[in-house]
C-alpha cells in the first residue's frame, strides 16, 4: 500500500471567513486516501500562521522532508500550501527531485495520474525557467560592473580594491589563467584546489587552504567577464 504525508494549515481569520477549519482539511485528506488506497503517515499542522512565505513554517517544512520517494504529500489546496507563485513553484521542484507526488484536493491536482504528472512537470520547467532568468540577470549585473571596473563583493581573485575601484593583481590574474587552463583540459575542481595547494597559493580571503567550492567561484565570476 502507497503511503501519504498530508499538510494542512489556517489562520484563525482564515477559519471563521472561508471555512477552511483544520478539521475540515484533515477530514478531506483522510478521505482520499481511503478512497485511493493509500496509508496516511501522519499529517503536519500549521495553525494560525500566515501563507505568506513558506520558509517560516515548521509544519510545511517538515512534511516535505518526510515526503519521500514513492510517497505523496496531500494538501486541501494548494492555497494552504503556497501563497506564491515562487513558493509553490519550490515546492513543486523539490518534491519532483525527492521522486514524491503532489495532491491538492480542490484543484484536483494529482500527480499520481498521467495527466496529474504532466501538471507536474509543467511546475518543474517553469521552475527552471524562472532560476534561469535570475541567473541571467544577475550576470549581466556583474558583467555591467566589470566592465566599470566597479567592486562587486567579495573582491574576486585575480583583482584589488583601490578607493572603490578593481585593479587586476598580476599574479593572480597568472594563477586565474592557470586555473582556467587546467579545467578546460577536464581536471576537477578538487584537482585543481590540490595544484593550487601544492604551490602555496594563498587564496583571496585569506583562508589555510583552497578547497572545490573556492576554484568554482573563481570559475563562476571568470564566466561574467
Request: net charge positive.
Amino acid at each position: 500500500m502507497p503511503h501519504a504525508i498530508g499538510y494542512i494549515r489556517v489562520s484563525t481569520q482564515e477559519q471563521v471567513t472561508e471555512g477552511v477549519s483544520l478539521a475540515a482539511q484533515r477530514a478531506r485528506i483522510e478521505a482520499w486516501c481511503v478512497a485511493n488506497g493509500y496509508e496516511l503517515d501522519t499529517i503536519f499542522t500549521d495553525a494560525g500562521i500566515s501563507g505568506a512565505t513558506m520558509n517560516k513554517r515548521e509544519g510545511l517544512q517538515a512534511a516535505l522532508k518526510a515526503a519521500t520517494k514513492g510517497t505523496a504529500l496531500v494538501a486541501y489546496s494548494i492555497s494552504r500550501l503556497a501563497r506564491s507563485t515562487r513558493d509553490m513553484l519550490t515546492i513543486a521542484d523539490d518534491l519532483e527531485k525527492r521522486g514524491a507526488d503532489l495532491v491538492s484536493l480542490t484543484e484536483k491536482i494529482d500527480t499520481t495520474s498521467a495527466a496529474g504528472r504532466m501538471v507536474f512537470r509543467m511546475l518543474a520547467v517553469l521552475s527552471e525557467f524562472e532560476r534561469d532568468q535570475i541567473s541571467e540577470r544577475t550576470i549581466a549585473a556583474l558583467r555591467h560592473k566589470r566592465k566599470r571596473g566597479e567592486v562587486y563583493a567579495p573582491v574576486p581573485f585575480g583583482y584589488t580594491q583601490i578607493e572603490g575601484r578593481l585593479i587586476e593583481v598580476r599574479e593572480e590574474a597568472r594563477i586565474v589563467r592557470d586555473i582556467l587552463k587546467l579545467r578546460e583540459a577536464g581536471a576537477t575542481l578538487r584537482t585543481i584546489a590540490a595544484y593550487l595547494n601544492r604551490n602555496r597559493v594563498q587564496p583571496k580571503q585569506g583562508g589555510a587552504a583552497w578547497y572545490a567550492s573556492s576554484v568554482r567561484a573563481v570559475l563562476q565570476r571568470q564566466a561574467v567577464a
